[in-house]
């Protein structure tokens, strides 16, 4: 299936209007007000989680951090699509996706905290830790793909990537891979229309979605604050690369709220008249309003909900504060899976430079 449409396909409006959009309605036919209740909650979630994680860093208690605020739909919509067997290649803002998959919320922060080179163990939860080279993340999951295809399995990879990573080499030749290959994996690219500093504009003329038709991989154009859409859209990929049909592209176009990272400024470069119409459209606020139409929003489901919320910011901050600092050596542990002399003289180099502190300290005159 490929979308050519100028806008994106949406399933539900910014003022909470449930849109009819006919090849995209028969998968989200399961979703009744308790369904869309559940989603809800993650969304509230994810989003509590995130600002907590921004002000532990103004706090001086992680290094950096990578704010999802305004793409909590897009994320949260592909997850919830996924089976557990499939696996999933994130980029480094990812976090909402790391949490539906269900991964301890402290290991989310513990790579920006300097405490860990990764997070968590990925075979636990079915998730690669994240990636910060641009784009590398979509040549794994397309090599995991092609290992799944030779398996007969039909688990799929999934693979997370903003606009701006579509101008590497590592996105395309993934595509070209796949593409080659006929590789189930689903290329997820949240267009959130800023690639730091720099506005979609600069490296793309026309929607993201058309370059995929070039290397023979379908696409689809759906709005990215739209929940529904989004689930519909990752539940037809997947789908579509479980019995044979290879790879799909999906831009889900969305809107980065916040700053790039918490070390970025975006009033510098940023027009706030934008912002302020990109508000209109938060994904939050137009499930609430579907929400409420449909009778499933009560004081009590919105104190549930929030309490909830609140639950999981009190558990990152204490994981977060409480964390253990690593030892000194443990920057040589995992590095290879099999140890060999360089790292071991290193590691031996190393341990004989902090043991020269002690000694010093022993005995400040040497």
Sequence with gaps: MIDSSPRPVQLLSPDGERMPAGDFDPWVEDLDGP?????????????????????????????????????EAAQVGSARALRS?????????ENAVAYCRGVNLTDIVTVWRGNTQSGWDPYTVNVAT?????????????????????????SVAITYFGDGATSEGDVNEAMVFAASFQAPVVFFCQNNHWAISEPVGVQAHRNIADRAPGFGIPSLRIDGNDMIAVLAATRIALDRARTGGGPTFIEAVTYRMGPH??????TRYRDPAELAEWKTRDPLLRLHRLLTALGEITPEVEAATQALADAAAVELRAGCIGMPDPEPLSVFDHVYATPNATLERQRTDYAGYLTSFDSSEQNPKA
């Design 85 to 93: 067997d499939d696996f999933v290649f994130p980029s480094y803002r």
């Design 261 to 266: 990272t918490t070390a970025d400024d975006p």
């Design 35 to 71: 369904a869309l209740l559940a989603l809800y909650r993650d969304l509230v979630v994810v989003r509590r989680i995130d600002t907590e994680a921004t002000a532990l860093q103004r706090q001086g208690e992680l290094g950096l951090w990578p704010p999802l605020l305004g793409q």
């Design 130 to 154: 994240p990636a910060i080279i641009i784009g590398a993340q979509t040549l794994h999951a397309t090599g995991w793909a092609l290992g799944a295809q030779r398996d007969d399995v039909d």
